[in-house]
Structure formats: C-alpha cells, structure tokens
Nanobody
Framework: QVQLVESGGGLVQAGGSLRLSCTATGSIFSIGAMGWYRQAPGKQRELVAD???????TYGDSVKGRFTISRDNAKNTVYLQMNRLKPEDTAVYYC?????????WGQGTQVIVSS
C-alpha cells in the first residue's frame, strides 16, 4: 500500500509563503490525479488544489492565484507552493489521490498563519 507523508508546514505571518511537500512510498504516477486538502478547526476537510497525472491543475476559489500545485513523478512527490498566505489558510494540510483513497490519509502538516 502507498503511504503519503506531508511536510513543510509551520507558523508564518500573513502575506508570507510556505512550500508543502507530499512524498509517497510508491509511484504517484500509478495513482493518477493527486490533491491537496485542508481541514481547519471545526470545519470539514476540503480540496484546495489538484493535479492530473499529466499536470493539469485545478484550484479552489479561495486559493486561486495564490497557491500552485505541482508534481515530480520521478520523485513521487507533490508540492503546494503557498504565497500571500492569509489567516484563513490556517489548517492541517493533507495530500491524497483524487478521488480520495481512505487508507492513504497521512498525518498532515500544520499551517498557522498569524495576522
């Protein structure tokens, strides 16, 4: 079974940037489309960005123009570059396939944006 490990979160001031990484123990090319999800306190987990095997990207309205998702199939890694961060971006960020495969949920990486 493929396992996903997220990293790169932290505490940042509003307007700052972070780059998240999601590394798989197996081939993400074989998985297909990958997504970054986030869950803020008291809210449901939501999809913020996804990328197909071929590199076509889609973004949620709240992050469009600020976040960039990318993937390196050779390194089995998906990235999320987050710029111009806002306090409302505070959440635990996870990666998973699209559609989600339940057993692949990792521990996530915490992002806290201070105002």
């Amino acid at each position: 079974q493929v396992q996903l490990v997220e990293s790169g979160g932290g505490l940042v001031q509003a307007g700052g940037s972070l780059r998240l990484s999601c590394t798989a123990t197996g081939s993400i090319f074989s998985i297909g489309a990958m997504g970054w999800y986030r869950q803020a306190p008291g809210k449901q987990r939501e999809l913020v960005a996804d990328i197909t095997r071929g590199g076509t990207t889609t973004y949620g309205d709240s992050v469009k123009g600020r976040f960039t998702i990318s993937r390196d199939n050779a390194k089995n890694t998906v990235y999320l570059q987050m710029n111009r961060l806002k306090p409302e971006d505070t959440a635990v960020y996870y990666c998973n396939s699209l559609p989600v495969v339940v057993y692949m949920w990792g521990q996530g990486t915490q992002v806290i944006v201070s105002s």
